[in-house]
């Protein structure tokens, strides 16, 4: 019989998602192989709110490698603090991963005042941030569109098209930067 053991890396981990959305929960394989899986999501009571049922899979996975399971958007309604359970089967062997907790929130919206270009090497701004649940996060990002740096609090470098910057105050900036400051 292989071996099994928890399941490593379940994502999302520690983070807010938005269950209105389609999300992907994630764990790396541990042991041999699995042909199996089950996910239980629970409310901080633990009460179950949603449960996939035992799935099997049309190919097995092997040590080391990912399984994506699939949650479609409006599936779980709950939100505030849950707790994910994915357990790995094969054959008889059932392995459970510990309670991994996360957040499922709706997701939040970031306003600003700001002029779609910036001529200045300074630009301090104030977006407002709200969320239907009114739960705070503690970084936001926006969209940085047409330009080749990320901006992260003045410091930036070369990196591709679509970068984020991850503040709300950044210094330094070469002239004619262009930002879309709706999008986190």
Known sequence: MATIYQPNNVQPYMRSIDMNLDNIISCQVNGDKIDSYSLVIK?????????????ILQVPLFNLQMLNIL????????????????????????VSSGEKL????????????ISTTISSKKYVFNPVYTQAEN????????????????IDCGKFGSVPSDAIITCGDFLDIPNRYHINAGKW
């Open 43 to 55: 409310d901080t009571n633990n009460a179950i709110v949603y449960s996939s049922g035992k799935i």
């Open 71 to 94: 949650v479609s958007g409006g599936v779980i309604l709950q939100k505030g603090v849950l707790k994910i359970i994915i357990t790995y089967y094969n054959g008889t062997e059932s």
């Open 102 to 113: 996360f957040s499922s929130i709706t997701t939040p919206i970031l306003t600003s005042e």
């Open 135 to 150: 739960i705070p996060i503690k970084k936001y990002s926006y969209n940085l569109y047409l330009v080749n740096y990320q």
